[in-house]
């Protein structure tokens, strides 16, 4: 019997949670969490991921902002925009949304960003702290995916893991969490010769490469555990994972659809880092 994770359901619950502690905090202290999302230019696929942040940062009862920016604003000009944001405190997390037009350094705007307030987990002291086994802000996507082992009770100790794609928003940050719980993990991409054979001697198997429909029966060992990370449109323009699902689902025991798995569990982990973070500021 193949259990379908239903990544909805339980960011359904856990946004619920979210909203719960939000009205505590702002009753005990004073406290709102705050939220702001910077866009450049209109990449219509970001459109769609930023209207679900503000959606549900005001649904979790936060402070939420979505500064939209012109696709031709100068690099110095959207590092003042950060800047200001980091200075007020009224904003516990900023995020701005990749990918980001061509004539700016993506790395120079992440390194920005004020690392206590980086809920994305992207800059590079947030991610050598993960690396580093002594995480404080963890990227929501993977975060996620290991909210979903927690209430799966698919426990992770000893065994054999493997991360296809590593990128720095998925893949690197997925294989750390994966060790950080003991698995044993292979960090493995386009390029990897076997990819199959490797893929199938997975106990636990995470796609996040985007491309639709990658992974086939032949990547997959009986009784697997297979998360889909993937958002693809199929040859009929239906919304599809990296996963082929119909051949994939008989074979695993534990299997992320298509949509309504992954992608609901990224944007609350943002908000569970965003009220994290608010929280943090009043312990300093
Ligand atoms: N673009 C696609 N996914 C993400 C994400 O998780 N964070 C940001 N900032 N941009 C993205």
Redesign the pocket.
Known sequence: MTTIIDGKALATKLQGEIAEKTVRLKEETGVVPGLVVIVVGDNPA?KI?VRNKERSAIAAGFRSEVRQLPENISQDELLEVIEHYNQDSLWHGI?????LPKHIDADAVLLAIDPTKDV?G?HPLNMGRLWAGNPIMV???PAGIMEMFKEYGIDLEGKRAVVIGRSN?VGKPMAQLLLAKNATVTLTHSRTHHLPKIAKRADILVVAIGRAKFVTADFVKEGAVVIDVGMNRDENGKLCGDVDFDSVAPLASHITPVPGGVGPM?VTMLMEQTYEAAVRTLKK
């Open positions: 970001s991921y995020l701005v949304q990749l990918p994305d992207f990227p929501s996507t928003i990224t």
